[in-house]
């Protein structure tokens, strides 16, 4: 395991799905941050929701503590422990299936790398619910972030054979939060969850792709050669289980454009330079360009489904048959938005704190 | 600047495109790997005629040195220090332009976060020149894995509107790396090679998509929760120049099925466990499953184009046109395959390392 | 703050001395470890007995909790989360003094680095009590040191102006742990309990010197040439507060001597090459030579003594005087011992397993 | 081997003693510093010199070159190499003893390590010469902190039992450097020049003890938890090979003394609050104070003597003894000054960028 993320603004995530809680402890957060439970829930709460429509969510209330790095309301300097308890734990459905391997599981590289000792109880650390890691983290980022005037939103563009429409960032803004889907998009939110409806009845799953922005970001977040904003954008981003792709911009459309029509000109507005296009996504050579930081992931249909699967049951080395039970998504895409958003905050503190720009100290 | 990669094999790259050289260390190598400087060479010498058709390369020769760790002819487990000194270094065609910004390149970001300070010429430290270290480390990095059975090849799979048809790891093995443009499929490199033709007379660049394939990759490389294998390799490819996007397997396709048809079942193959398909492109939870690990980057075109283009002065704080001289690839794609496989092989050597797969002294 | 150490067995403190909790996550440890709360809590209670004779413990219990990373009874290879909730807190000793600095503490620096945001309560991060959350994560790491052979002791060989006489390894590690003051040498321990107890009853304090033992460490821990097994050493004792100086083996008195006199021959002993002498304190190049690992370390004397300071009070710019009320050690060197053992196995621990010595998963 | 130190101020050294050349890398340097061969020169200059009364030193030039990182007479923000090639190679006093282990060496541990193919020529990577890359980078980390006023000085206070008397910071800056032992007691280094003229003569050796003194360190430098300034300054400096102890203000005699003297009384002076005493050392809570910090380092006796010494054929893995040739110094404690020196500037630049307080470009 590899559990910590940044290099001045690190998170290092702890727990399980099923053990006593899920966990995570942020080392280098600036001193002076006026930071209160609340500010923290406010983004849990957020990634539940966010099932409302596309999912049997866990039941639990999935309460936020802080249990250091706080005094008199204001971060101190010291690391922050955030936790969830967890409570709602049944591991009923799970034991009947635990040397059965569930297709596009961890289970089988899990089993292997631990040599059987890993805790599979409802995947364990490899469960979508790690990601509440994530977003308690995420909060605490998006707080300094706000310090420096850097906005974080991100919406669905797509579940399934249905897109979302392009629309304004401020379009995105005002709408995307407001819909059950987190898409800006109101007729194809619509058809989204009736797609949703109807693949969930069938017993199977749908993915997605998720748009995530950054607005304001200051030019020159990013550390090349190696750790450009783009690749460690993607690095934590791909750290959401079920995101298998990354693109900035243009993304994988650039390959198939000239220069001519890719090249963002360069012009100059209210006395600043910016682009008059942002194929590049706000990123060149690594750096942040002063545009909108514009990233879409694509995730794919959940794992788990109730129809019949070949696998193997690894204990007896035989092929055999699994229909996943418990509580699962249809579609997570909408509950992946805010963690997007979390990753996205997670690696522009980093970056902002690497390049000065938050200071040691807020004041 | 952060220019180091890797965490047990760990790769610090150095110089500048018109500077004295470019070079790299590699620090974490085990002791006892023969080595000479030839090994090293030859990846060098791929990458440069990956240029052949589509570019106008640089004149000068390239020559590998190896400036320490290597005793005998074996690594010793000291840091390897590897070096290119350059020759063929001509600023003419820069100076004029240094205060006009190359639009897509890195000449704007590189001013602000380095104060004006950063090294200009030839594009300094953002330029593809730098991927010459990393085919170096790369060359040792696949020394290492040939210990343990790993195998990496790439290709090109996309050239702007033209894409190679889908072919077996075979074919793709026997065929890519005597193909001019490294693709497999000889109809479509042809019509590659057509087309770059064209748009180079116009002046004018193309992109394209390059897949990256490992195979013999054993099961349980990768270090979740952060530290995945998907999630350090989208980082390590990302610091090519020009990689926009990064997918595994079925990437952003998944996004469009359901988990009935992305799901890869668990069968028995010649006694042991492997998947039936291969859509999560060999990586499960993070951690790599034994299928072949497939991975796919979108280049966008290259960036410097001789047509005009507008443009800002940063001196004079004014808007302008800008025609981009000296010599300049009409696409990178060619060139950029032997780096793919680099980031795949310093990626998965250090993982190997952390899985303990390498041991630190080969015997 | 920077609350991690090591690199692939990386222990990160959380918690305040006065706050909800102290804490510790371990990343890195193998799966397949058997572990229980016991395990730990021995570890625990060992350091709060240091205190029985030389001060004036918190009463509180001091319950380690094992929060993750625990399954079935052993280690899963997800990271550790190791807890002990603050029950004893009661500031008011505290609230009087808070802009008066403590001679000697940490007070005015904390002050100054986290621009006053600090928590200051009980010494927050700065506190001894920190230390326990080194003990935690040190009993884990014992725990695997063992399964290779390894065993850790440390003893008190100084308090004051009384030092212990020097004795076999066989001796220390029989009475070491049964005396009230970790001192091997009964006759002298008991002059120490003397002195501190006269030292106690003038309001001032004392400090000391320990000595740890590493025995069995297998010959090739450490990385030179910058992570060095003693440089590594000095880093983690050196974060036990109160640690003023670090020497391994001869140590000072090496710089007196004459290289004759200093050098250990190599001799063969049942078939295995040792030294004759260990003046070297078993690291010879940075790497341990397979001779007993010894460290002394230099305790200062407590820093809060009821004895009347000249001081400044912080808020009003003004010389002032203070006494340091309060619960606190006359002498808190044999409370340090079982820590100066924690500190010795979790950097041994780190470096077994990057020399590869300790598998990822324990069978 | 790991061969990297510093967070943002990186340091990574290659190069073997009687290989090609020795080398460093510096990554993370500020854009803007004023830099030329000449500021590196004069500092390996200075500990070339540190061996003229105490040792018979190579003859080569060792001429330093910056090989990039640095453009029109800055620093870029790119990685600095610099580099000195190795002229003075003669290995034949070491061929035959190549399997026969040098007392006192890295000879054995490092055959064990590196399973026997490590470079034995000279040492290797563990010579005394791989120091000059440690001179090399610290005389760009000294420059980087003369710009926020940071002074360091280093000077012998002890040769085998000869002391120098305690003296004022002004005079030690006025004649230590002037002094060929780097002692600024005149009437003790003509002593230590008997002395070392004597043991010499014997064939023997003599080690020492070094103080270090960084002078206007701003309070806040050091990173706490684990990243204390004391622990990283001790990490440091135990990689210069001898240095067996590292102690920090009153150090190991402040183990003897009582709370009432030890501890440093807060007095306001010219408006700033300091310490009346500075047994601290200039660190408090491992932050710095603002108060000079003070090291001082135990070297051991070098080990190479010319007497005959008992040791093992590792070969024949049997019983033997050696008489180590080649050219050694008898005291190898004034040529370590300057190094003791660079290895506070790498430590204090790396806190100060961590800090804040070296900002990422300089104007």
Redesign the interface.
Known sequence: ?????G??F?V?????SH???V?V?I??CP??LPLTVADIQKDVEQRRAGASVASTSRKEKDEAEI???V?AG????????LLIMNEDVDDSDYEKIRSK?R????D???A????G???W?GG???SGR?TATFVMAGAVARKLLSAIGVEILAHTV?I??VSAKPMTYKSIKQKALKDPLYCADAAASQKMAELIAA?KKEG??????IEGIALNVP??L???????L???L???L??I?AV?????????????????????????KDGK?V??TN???GI??????GMPVVVRV????????A?E????D?KK???TTIKVGGRHDACIVPRAVPVVEAMMALTLADFAM???II???L?
Chains 1, 2, 3, 4 share one sequence.
Do not use: W
Not at 103 to 106: E, G, I, S
Not at 204 to 209: E, K, N, W, Y
Not at 250 to 258: L, Q, T, Y
Not at 298 to 305: F, G, Q
């Open positions: 395991m590899s559990s910590s993320l290099k001045l690190t290092t995530s702890f727990g399980e053990g006593k809680c966990g402890v080392d280098g001193a002076g249990l250091s790095g005094a204001f971060t101190t300097g010291a690391p922050l422990c391997l297709p596009a599981h961890a089988f590289t899990a292997v790398k631990y040599g000792f890993s805790d109880r364990g650390r490899f790690m797509a399934g054979s693949v199977d799953s749908l993915g997605g792709i030019v020159g990013g550390e090349p050669i190696f750790d450009t783009d690749g460690d993607a690095k934590a791909l750290a289980p298998k792709g990354v693109e900035f911009g243009a993304g994988f459309a650039a390959a198939r454009k000239k220069g001519s029509e890719n090249n963002d000109p360069f012009i100059i330079i682009t008059a194929h590049a996504g060149l050579g690594g750096i942040s360009s694509a995730v794919k249909p959940t794992a788990s489904i129809l699967q070949a696998t193997v690894i080395m035989k092929e690497r390049a000065g200071p040691r100290v004041k």
